[in-house]
Nanobody, 118 residues
C-alpha cells in the first residue's frame, strides 16, 4: 500500500521557518517526481515546488521562490520543504505528491497545516 505522510506543519510567526517532511512508503520513490502543493481556504490547490527523481532539478512558484527549498533523500524515501521568511499568505494545507511520468501513477498525502500568524 502506497503512503505519503506529511509532517512538520504548525503555527509560526511571520518571518519564521518550518521544515515539512514527506515520508513515502510502498513505492519505488526514486522513480517519482516529487511535488509540494498547498491549498488555502477558498482557493484552488497550488503547485509550489517540484524536484526531479534524482534531486538534481527543482522548480518553484514565484510566490515562494527564494524563500522555500525542496530537497529529497531517496535513501530515506523522503522529501522535504524548508520554508523560510514565512508570511501570513503562506497559511494553507500543504500536500506532498509523487508522480511517475512513465506510468502516470500519482499519489497524495493527507496534508499538514501551516499557519503563519502573530
Amino acid at each position: 500500500q502506497v503512503q505519503l505522510v506529511e509532517s512538520g506543519g504548525g503555527l509560526v510567526e511571520p518571518g519564521g521557518s518550518l521544515r515539512l517532511s514527506c515520508a513515502a512508503s510502498g513505492l519505488a520513490f526514486t522513480r517519482y517526481l516529487g511535488r509540494w502543493y498547498r491549498q488555502a481556504p477558498g482557493l484552488e490547490r497550488e503547485l509550489i515546488a517540484s524536484i526531479d527523481n534524482s534531486g538534481s532539478f527543482t522548480n518553484y512558484a514565484l510566490s515562494v521562490e527564494g524563500r522555500f527549498t525542496v530537497y529529497r533523500s531517496n535513501v530515506e524515501n523522503s522529501m522535504y520543504l524548508q520554508m523560510n521568511n514565512l508570511k501570513p499568505e503562506d497559511t494553507a494545507m500543504y500536500y506532498c505528491n509523487a508522480w511517475y511520468s512513465l506510468s502516470g501513477d500519482e499519489y497524495w498525502g493527507l496534508g499538514t497545516q501551516v499557519t503563519v500568524s502573530s
